[in-house]
């Protein structure tokens, strides 16, 4: 009944094409569920490629705030060595870098959590090799 009386409103003012083709509205929920399946998709790509558990990833992004996540999880110095390809797989890189065969600014680097500053020179036990990390 509703829509037959707006409807001949609308044609006393010649808007039929506006009645027709008017967009509905998403509601809340809808787009609170779109935007949490974006943010979970995003949390899964990362913790894929960086090789994460959703809870280091929780506790680096609220350590750093101020910071996007991808860019802080590309200064870490397992990832900045597979990047560079000194070693294949991050485990590769995770596994040298406990057993202190990596040194950053001539210091033995223990964790594998390391973000790298701009500038800091990486070496290797037993190799002549060194790197100057830059941001990418």
Known sequence: ????KRMKLLRKNNNIENFFFKKKKKSKRYLNNYKNSKRIDFLKKIKITYCLS????????NKYINYDLESLLKRRIDIFLVKIQYFCTIFCSRQNISHRKVFVNDKIC???SK???KGDKISFK???KIFIFNDF
């Open 110 to 112: 223990k964790y594998s």
């Open 1 to 4: 009944m509703k829509k037959i």
């Open 126 to 128: 037993n190799s002549k």
């Open 115 to 117: 973000i790298l500053k």
């Open 54 to 61: 959703l809870k280091k990833i929780y506790i680096i992004r």
